[in-house]
């Protein structure tokens, strides 16, 4: 994959991430939820923690580790993308998936020390955490890593004698 198409999928992840987070904040109040389908509301929430709202606390020290640390990990993602070969498409794929996302919720960390959340899914009474296009686009750039750690062939497996 060329590096143009892999920073580009990087950089579509955080401006879909931001238009969709502003315009929930523009729609909605802190909290305020709206019906999307019996399973599925846009729900406005702010989390100051990190994935499942971790360490969820307005205000506190965890706005500057979480922003130095999706800067380190979105710089070092920036390195390795611009390393990947041209064959390793599907490995480009989910970093730039991930650099994407992660650089979609730093931009809300360190401007406003909080992610902004707009994603529900419930059913009956339990809910699953509130989240936005950026964790999305993490998760299933981080399910493609998965796969490809576990999954793909090495070039030299197909041919080994036992």
Same mark, same amino acid.
């Given at each position: 994959? /060329? ?9 579509? +992840? ?23 389908? /019996? ?18 606390? =307005? ?35 989910? %970093? ?32 699953? =955490? ?9 998760? +299933? ?5 998965? %796969? ?15």
């Amino acid at each position: 994959m /060329p590096q143009f198409l892999r920073f580009g999928i990087a950089i579509v +992840c955080v401006v879909l991430d931001q238009i969709t987070k502003q315009a929930a904040e523009r729609a909605l109040e802190l909290h305020e939820a709206i019906e999307v389908l /019996p399973v599925f509301n846009i729900a406005l929430a702010y989390n100051y923690g990190a994935a499942f709202s971790f360490l969820n606390v =307005p205000g506190g020290a965890q706005r500057w580790l979480f922003t130095g640390i999706s800067l380190v990990v979105s710089l070092l993602l920036i390195v390795w993308l611009y390393r990947l070969t041209m064959a390793e498409k599907w490995l480009s794929l989910s %970093f730039a998936l991930i650099l994407g996302g992660a650089v979609g919720n730093l931009i809300d960390r360190a401007a406003f020390g909080y992610v902004i959340d707009f994603i529900q899914v419930h059913y009956n009474n339990s809910y699953f =955490p509130t989240f936005n296009i950026a964790d999305s686009a993490i998760f +299933c750039g981080t399910v493609l890593l998965l %796969f490809l750690t576990f999954f793909e062939k090495k070039p030299d497996e197909s041919n080994q004698d036992d």
